[in-house]
């Protein structure tokens, strides 16, 4: 075969292959849209595990109607346009796939209307053969995505997808780890129509521990110990479970890295390594976790789907997390000392 370059159509569903998973992955690209758009509110719907549809309102800044067409494309974002800029990310967005992937792999719906626009458009890319339809329609502020039928034109992934309640329990993961990230949002979340998780907002550092309640469940929640250190600029607050409260399971682990959700094996160990001697060896601690440090010290492209970051300075993130794990550990350990005496 000669060298040819991909249709846009072929390298949007090879870079699908990266980004969208399965349902959860589509769900968590796009309510990571709605946070970069500052939504205060998001509703998600989910119809059969997403195989069916994923729906997703939200009433953050909206998209013109004149970019409707330019946000399906690919490598269209309006979160960088330097290379600078991707040494210094704050949003959750940069690389300008997501929405190119999905619509590529189903049939999409973009409805928007910003503030400063009279009507709502809505961008249509069914079964995205590259030909979007554009036509007036009616929304609130805000943004919504429709997206039916996930994979319908590539069998071979569609094969993959697990069933319904499989599917469905990863997006409700998804979404937990996205509301212990942003306790100011409002975030509901319904299977089959029914309403399976309410979320609201918070509005007081105070009452965050009530978030926390409702993802991580009162138990954790009742006993947690709060953490709020600062070290070498490196700041790490949240909650975790005292000394002598293992779990059988590792399910209840979150850290974040500057308000992005990570699974990171050197935070991991950092965390374990401090709790070593206060928990029963084969059980494990619960944590919800923040660490915030200059973007500057972070690189979060090195995978597509952003769960995984570098640090300039390791071995001090590591330092600095068992430090301050260490510490707030102690103050619950003279209890643990005594009960176990
Ligand atoms: P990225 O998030 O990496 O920029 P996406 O493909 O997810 O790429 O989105 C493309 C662009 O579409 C975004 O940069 C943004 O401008 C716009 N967009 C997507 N979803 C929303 C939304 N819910 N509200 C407002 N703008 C959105
Ligand atoms: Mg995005």
Not at 160 to 185: G, Y
Not at 230 to 258: C, F, H, K, M
Request: charged share 25%.
């Amino acid at each position: 075969m000669p060298i040819q370059i991909l249709s846009p159509q072929l390298a949007n569903q090879i870079a699908a292959g990266e980004v969208v998973e399965r349902p959860a992955s589509v769900v968590k690209e796009l309510v990571e849209n709605c946070l970069d758009a500052d939504a205060n509110t998001i509703d998600i719907e989910i119809e059969k595990g997403g195989h069916k549809r994923i729906y997703i309102r939200d009433n953050g800044k909206g998209i013109h109607h004149q970019e409707l067409e330019l946000a399906l494309s690919r490598h269209a974002t309006s979160k960088i346009s330097k290379l600078d800029d991707l040494e210094n990310i704050c949003s959750l967005g940069f690389r300008g796939e997501a929405l190119a992937s999905i619509s590529s792999v189903s049939r999409l719906t973009l409805t928007s209307k910003p503030a400063s626009q009279q009507q709502a458009w809505q961008a249509c890319a069914e079964g995205r053969d590259m030909q979007v339809t554009i036509q007036p329609s009616a929304h609130p502020d805000g943004t919504s995505i429709d997206v039916l039928d996930l994979f319908f034109n590539t069998p071979a992934r569609r094969k993959f997808l697990r069933a319904e309640k499989t599917e469905f329990s990863h997006i409700d993961e998804v979404i937990r780890r996205i509301a212990l990230s942003r306790f100011d949002v409002t975030i509901n979340l319904k299977h089959n129509s029914k309403g399976v998780r309410k979320y609201p907002a918070i509005k007081d550092s105070q009452s965050q521990i009530k978030r926390i309640a409702a993802v991580c469940g009162h138990e954790f929640a009742d006993k947690a110990i709060a953490i709020n250190s600062e070290y070498e600029g490196i700041q790490l607050t949240g909650w975790l479970s005292p000394a002598g409260e293992g779990r059988g399971q590792n399910d209840l682990q979150y850290v974040y890295v500057n308000g992005r959700v990570m699974k990171d094996k050197l935070i991991n160990h950092a965390i374990r390594q401090a709790y070593e001697g206060l928990i029963e060896t084969n059980s494990h601690p619960a944590f919800v976790l923040f660490l915030t440090m200059d973007p500057m010290q972070v690189d979060v492209n090195v995978h597509p789907a952003k769960h995984e970051v570098r640090f300039h300075q390791a071995r001090l993130v590591h330092d600095v997390i068992f430090r301050s794990v260490s510490k707030a550990l102690s103050e619950s350990f003279s209890e643990y000392a005594e009960d176990t005496a």
